[in-house]
């Protein structure tokens, strides 16, 4: 960034999105370590008995439950631009994706600009898109599928052996579960790649982010 470019802010993400963000944050963080315990009672217990891990695990799930319906429904009726942002379009998948691969792995660590333009009616670049559209419409729904399941064995027996038995239905709970993980460390990590390492997390938390006037993302 030249010395006399100016900044401007931009209101990136409504209030509801950012309430939904971090009640699902706390909720995903709950649900990885209270799983640690029930998948690994004999060496991790962080939460005394096993059964008071089990009860705060039902209550994390069904709290991202309900706020991932609230984050459906806000954008496909209230703000009406869920295609819009999460899906990327040909552009993102003939360009995008190269252009912004090579600027996380390369270009940024030589100080050069993001190439993409954050804007209102496009907030994420092509990975982004990429990457939340697996992790909201795949991802959040198995393990919120997987785990009522298995919250209610017995009303829901019928349908637990029709897809594979109970063993394969924790095992597969488990496996998405380490995704999330995966997903989370990833996640954490390109969210300081803002133009100073905690602008994007100020944006997740005030709504408003700082670009180069024109619209350029720093
Ligand atoms: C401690 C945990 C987390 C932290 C610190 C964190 C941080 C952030 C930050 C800073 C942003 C804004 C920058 C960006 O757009 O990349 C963001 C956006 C986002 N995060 Fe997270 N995140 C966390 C957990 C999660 C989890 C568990 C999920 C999904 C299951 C998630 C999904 C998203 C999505 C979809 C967005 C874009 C939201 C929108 O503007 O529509 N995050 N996160």
């Known amino acids: 960034m030249s010395p006399d470019t100016t900044m401007e802010k931009i209101y990136l993400t409504p209030t509801p ?34 059964k008071a891990a089990i009860k705060l695990h039902d209550v994390a799930g069904v709290t991202v439950s309900i706020s991932f319906l609230i984050w459906f429904f806000y954008y496909l009726f209230v703000a009406r631009n869920l295609v819009k942002l999460y899906v990327p ?6 360009q995008g994706l190269f ?42 729904p198995l393990v919120i599928v997987s785990g009522l399941l298995l919250m209610n064995i017995e009303p829901l027996r019928g349908w637990i052996v029709m897809i594979g038995g109970i063993a394969f239905l924790a095992d597969a709970h488990y496996l998405i579960a380490c995704s999330f993980f995966a997903f989370l460390c990833v996640h954490i990590y390109m969210a300081t790649l803002g133009h100073t390492p905690f602008s994007h997390f100020r944006q997740m938390w005030t709504g408003w982010e700082e ?3 024109g619209g350029r993302s720093k």
């Open 17 to 50: 999105v950012r309430i939904w963000h971090w009640l699902n944050a706390l909720g995903i963080v709950t649900l990885c370590v209270t799983g640690l315990q029930i998948r690994f009672p004999e060496y991790a217990n962080i939460f005394g008995t096993y």
């Open 89 to 94: 379009n040909l552009d993102d998948i003939r």
């Open 99 to 140: 252009k912004q691969a090579f600027f996380y792995f390369f270009a940024y660590f030589l100080g050069r600009q993001n190439p993409h333009t954050a804007t209102q009616e496009s907030k994420f670049n092509a990975i982004q898109k990429l990457s939340y559209l697996f992790i909201m419409f795949l991802f959040l």
């Open 211 to 213: 670009v180069e006037s």
